[in-house]
């Protein structure tokens, strides 16, 4: 095989070297490994997000058995405890709303402002109708996490997913839905580049300047997480953000995905909340279409959260899937949802791209038009073939095969073994799954006449803040593809 291309420059905004990097799976561990990188700060705790809830329960450690366990108090106790400590927390301004009548959040917000060394900002920097979805936290500027996991109710969930699991519950008692989620862990030159994009952010959003990077912090990394994936790799950090009147379009994050598409030689797995970018599904479309595509498996929660969001997301799917299915002669493509033990549908919420044992990419960005072009985001990505560890292929290849272990029930072993027995991804899917704990293929659901309109015309999932003013038929989700199949109809 000739050499992989390397990705392109323009799908990145930086690319830094990570002391460490481990992927961690599902917020169980990842409160538990925040929550331990945070004890250890002395400097700064730079925290950004699309929602927080100061009620969620982070556990608690022997290591501070004293400490509060909800993250408000947890905040306030650290910053009463470390006299040189400072707290930044940026979030969505729109989603701060509606959390402000959690419960006692006003009073621990109240307690945030008068506190000295903590300081509070909603991001309303952002088109109409578009969103803050970063979820980074940087410890120290030494530490970070970055990826899908905020830190706010119905996110918290072990990777047994089981269905009475009596810790599932909202800080009012009410259970959730399982949850499948995934966020990375960082150390070095890269947690420091997240600290300088937290800081352009926050001055963007309006905040005043924060204390230059800490050269002199603490932070430690997680001892939860025992031995990290990978060592001294390279890593690229790669954005979305919108055009605004003092701000340029960056589309990094949509460019790196086409890219990684496109570099898929044999896999390409991909776990996403959502499954309706036009831009991606031409990009699928287009390796669906050669003589030998890879094999592509795609895991979506059953339907979109909310009631406004499965008419856009799943009528959005349930096109895309019909014209790509069309395309698809060879049978390389594969929808899948995840599912517990006891049949309950597990949401998976998390953003991971795995390009055969190449490239592993996690973050915040969904397969949507937003996430492309008009809610800020940011993702992470290492390629394999941009570090001297030949190794970190297999561990890439490694991940890969203990996410299909846990939504299939079984062991990585297990997986790993029936792919290379089968010589194929999903034809160990097939040959694994089952009743109970298992995946499901999805199912293309009937599209009504309104909801197929709305989601042909993108209505709900523009692409960026200039779509939302132009003409409908000049912004049609399948127009492409349909004309793609035809093509390949007509070969």
Known sequence: MDDPAPLPDDARWRCERAARLSVIIDADD???????????????????????????????SAEAPDAPRQVGEFILWLADRTPTLTVNLLRWDIGAIKSLFRGNTMLTVLRWMRHKRITTKLDGHHPASASHHQKIVIVDDRIAFCGGIDMTGDRWDTRAHADHEPRRKRPGGQPYKPWHDAICALEGPAAVALGELFRERWQAAGGGPIAPRATDGTAQWPALLGEPHFTDVPVCISRTRPRLPDQEEVREIERMTVALIAAARRTLYIESQYFASRRVAEALARRLAEADPPEIVIINPLTAQGWLEPIAMDTARARLMEALRRIDTHGRLRLYHPYTAGGEPIYCHA???????????VGSSNLNNRSMGLDTECDLTLDSAACDDPAVAARILAIRDDLLAEHLGTSPETVTARIAAEGSMIGAIEALRGPGRSLRPYELEDVSAVTAWLADNEVLDPEGPDEMFEALDERRLTRRLRRLAGRVRGR
């Open 351 to 361: 953003k991971i791209l795995i390009a055969d044992d190449r490239v592993i990419r």
């Open 30 to 60: 990842y409160f538990a490994a925040a929550r331990q990188a945070m004890l250890t700060a002395t400097r700064s705790i730079l925290l950004i997000g699309w929602d927080f809830d100061a009620r969620v329960d982070l556990g608690s």
